[in-house]
């Protein structure tokens, strides 16, 4: 048997975990964090105006807007905190990591996942309650998008994981920080 064949979930055909699998997201993920920390530094005052080649003030009416100033921290800083917390997650483990470490994969999904969601319902209140539309705003918006698919992958093998795990009879907490091993069977 192939030592690559151990790094492939059962009832899977490919690794989830697998380097070409996250280099493309952590990659992207990293635009994403430069394009929100721009929006973010614009929202601080830090740069002055902001560039939009389609929709001209557009986004300068999104990124003032009070949907973007609801909460204590600027929007963008946030969506650059999230971009950077999925980039650093999808860097940490190795290819097994669907199964040594699940914590780190739970978290990349949660991270990708429900904070890209959140980048997406942003951008659907723009028109609706600002009555504009940002080109860098929706630009982060098909990033979020692109990356959660992938990214549910490698939690779902995380997750089916752990509950063969607890069928097996170990503690799902242990195998959860990857203090336990589930010998998996390779087709």
């Given at each position: ?6 790094y ?37 005052g ?64 949660l ?14 209140l ?62």
């Amino acid at each position: 048997m192939a030592t690559s064949a151990l790094y492939i979930p059962p009832e899977w055909d490919y690794n989830p975990s697998a380097w070409s699998q996250r280099w493309p997201l952590i990659l992207i993920a990293l635009v994403g964090f430069q394009i929100a920390l721009y929006l973010g530094f614009y929202q601080l005052g830090i740069v002055a105006e902001v560039w939009d080649p389609f929709f001209g003030k557009g986004s300068e009416k999104v990124l003032n807007s009070a949907v973007s100033k609801a909460l204590p921290v600027p929007d963008a800083i946030l969506g650059a905190f999230s971009y950077l917390l999925d980039a650093v997650t999808g860097v940490v483990g190795g290819t097994k990591r669907w199964k040594t470490k699940p914590w780190i994969v739970v978290l990349f999904g949660l991270a990708t996942g429900p904070l890209g969601l959140t980048s997406v319902l942003l951008v659907i209140l723009q028109p609706v309650l600002v009555g504009a539309w940002c080109t860098l705003c929706l630009v982060t918006a098909v990033i979020s998008i692109v990356m959660i698919s992938p990214a549910m992958d490698e939690l779902l093998a995380s997750l089916q994981y752990l509950k063969r795990a607890k069928r097996e009879g170990h503690s799902w907490w242990d195998a959860f920080w990857g203090k336990t091993s589930v010998h998996t069977k390779v087709q």
